[in-house]
């Protein structure tokens, strides 16, 4: 199981769109290697002037009274991944999608794996050396089966 750093001065702050605040956290997992569009850049979040890649999430819907974002409706994630991750790609999602419940609350999040990229030697940045023991590459293999599958949905 990976570790995630905590967040640095200037990350993770509550007064910024909602889709960055995500995008920050998202990026603070070791073994992201980076936010993906997914098929056409379909998955984003259109904020005045910019586009934030990657992460859809709906802010407050207009005229709502409950105080925050819509409570029901999902965030949709979409990552690259260094692999291997010293966790199997569910565990990952599963990382993921616990680093932004800790931004958007008990909302749903589906997390989409959308490729892999060789992890660089040794332990991946951010993780601790107690992470990675042995010869365990960190998970299954990544040819053509269920968990090596670039684009499965797994969260």
Known sequence: MSTVPPPSRGEGRADGPLPERV???????????????GPFGSVASYLPGRRV??????EKA???DTGGARAG????????????????LPELAGE??????GVTGDRPVDV??????PAPPGPLPGA????RSGDDPGGP????????TPGMRLA
């Open 23 to 37: 995008a920050a956290a998202v990026l603070r997992h070791p073994a992201v290697a980076r936010l993906d569009g």
């Open 53 to 58: 890649v990657g992460v859809r999430a709906a």
């Open 62 to 64: 207009p005229g709502d």
């Open 73 to 88: 409706e999902p965030v949709e994630v979409s990552v690259v991944v260094r692999w291997p991750a010293g966790s199997s």
């Open 96 to 101: 993921i999608a616990a680093l932004v419940r």
């Open 112 to 117: 989409t794996v959308a490729d892999l990229v």
């Open 128 to 131: 601790g050396a107690a992470d």
């Open 141 to 148: 293999a990544t040819g053509r089966g269920p968990a090596g």
